[in-house]
């Protein structure tokens, strides 16, 4: 439904900050929708770009703290993601699972890090727990509790060979959510635990806290790391200053949301979210080809027929 | 030359303890000749599965401490593995790189802990550091410095889907080793970091200290992570039971020394890291076969020359 709400509030002359679609299709209206009305705010709600553990680690490579950047790690590990009852969330075709509920944001996340993108992404998703005491007779889990995935970015120069990036999700830990960036380049590394940023130099013999945690006296969300809410704590703040900048409240500020993820970043991270579940089934690296002309209209169909056949 | 001494050694009746071999072909041949004096020790040096920690861990998996095994989670950061002039270590095909030194290693390790072995892999290698202050003008380094690798086991039941084991190894990162061995099942989890051992059930909110730091008053080996030291002391203590055993110390017993990997491990170990090498190259998940028969005498010659050729 993300998709259909926020077409037609766009079309009605809303600015819109909304959740990632379930469809690259989806994806792909929502940009041209975007295009269509760009006084309009039209933002993805993929927040951890707000967190400010992650706009001072972004900084800090731009400014070269870790040299030429080689590789990205990621693990944020945690309690199921499933609702309490039979929903979205235990069907993969819906939206469901780790990789596209966390995933996704981790995807953006490396993207706004490294300033590139993902060509190449090899991934292996599992549905370890199928059944629950919630779930269970007929009904089965099909999205993923665990996930690794490998994306190979595009280099910048002629002489890069391009960031390896490598990520495990896995939702089959119950307790607290771990939830650790660690970008490591020629130089040195920075590392994001929870809301914590440390950096090492190479020379240097221990770790540095570079941002301590702020103390966060918002709500506790059981089902999503604290970073995730944070940022959206954060995002919502940039929101509410960039309107306030104008009098009128009615048009908005655009320095404050430039780097906020557009709709092209989210088009780009479900090309990549749908591009790792393709190569789980396959076995086989996958290229991230972003869609670029209006998709045949009957290509939900034969989708659903294809995947029917599978 | 790892294979030829150990043919050697065994055919004047001594026993062998030895490192690994530099191809699979070499690996075949030790098995070969260890099954031809079977009353000579033959054993492997990989020693992790004598450090307490990893001895401790593998009988709580047993007594079904995190339940069914689902994932295993290993990462090995820390300094580079080259030699300070150029050497053996630069050169993949002489046996250098992560992968083979210390990536070997853990492959041993997570099939003693599983109890099974991998049937496919997947992997990706890189260099990063070509070039150094000692290594350089027409010299280049060949051995991966950064690897990772998936592995799907075997599953033991026919219920069962496998364990899918997840490593990464990241040799351009100054500073201290991290050692970290994390397995998480259906009903708990185990992670050892560095020697010490902890544990954290579904139902317990905080993790408990299984088995803590013993205390290390051998010599701290720069290249070499301490649980890998340590692991080697602890093989050689074993050893030495295993020879005062028997009053004239000319025999050994067979029992302290059971768990150690034997060559037939060593062979497997080897496959295991030539079909990721394999996988880094095709892009593709790889089988793992083992070796059952001698190969051809002009196997290495045509496998000299396809190397060439790629």
């Keep these: 439904m993300t998709r259909q709400i926020a077409v037609k509030a766009l079309g009605i002359g809303k600015n ?17 929708a975007a295009r269509y009305y760009p006084q309009l705010l039209s933002i993805m709600g993929n927040s951890l770009r707000f967190l400010p553990t992650f706009v001072a680690m972004q900084k800090l490579l731009v400014e070269g703290y870790v040299g030429e950047v080689q590789v990205c790690d990621v693990r944020v590990y945690g309690p199921s993601l499933l609702d309490e ?46 059944q629950n005491l919630s779930i269970r007779g007929i009904r089965r889990v099909t999205s993923d509790d665990f996930c690794f995935f490998q994306m190979l970015m595009s280099g910048k120069g002629s002489s890069s060979t391009g960031v390896c990036c490598a990520v495990t999700l896995n939702f089959n830990m119950p307790g607290s959510f771990v939830h650790e960036v660690m970008v490591v380049g020629s130089t040195g590394r920075l590392v994001a635990r929870g809301t914590e940023l440390y950096g090492q130099r190479n020379g240097s013999k221990n770790e540095e806290l570079l941002l301590g945690d702020s103390g966060w006296s918002g709500p506790n969300v059981k089902a ?38 557009t709709f ?43 995947r029917n056949k599978m």
Tied chains: 1, 2.
């Design 16 to 32: 819109v900050v909304c959740e990632k679609a379930a469809t690259t299709v989806d994806s792909f209206k929502m940009v041209a």
């Design 85 to 130: 009852s039979y929903g979205w969330t235990c069907e993969e075709l819906m939206g469901g699972g780790g990789l596209h509920t966390i995933g996704s944001t981790i995807i953006d996340l490396l993207s706004f890090l490294t300033g590139s993108r993902a060509h190449r992404v090899h991934g292996l998703l599992r549905t370890f727990v199928q």
């Design 224 to 261: 999503m790391p604290l970073p995730q809410i944070q940022g959206l704590s954060s995002m919502v703040k940039t929101l509410r200053q960039s309107f306030q900048a104008h009098e009128e409240r009615r048009s908005w500020s655009r320095e404050p949301m430039a780097m906020a993820p």
């Design 264 to 306: 092209e970043d989210g088009l780009y991270v479900q090309t990549v979210v749908e591009a790792i579940k393709r190569s789980s089934t396959s076995g086989e690296w996958e290229c991230v080809e972003i869609m670029r002309e209006e998709p045949d209209p009957n290509h939900n169909l034969c989708e659903a027929l294809q």
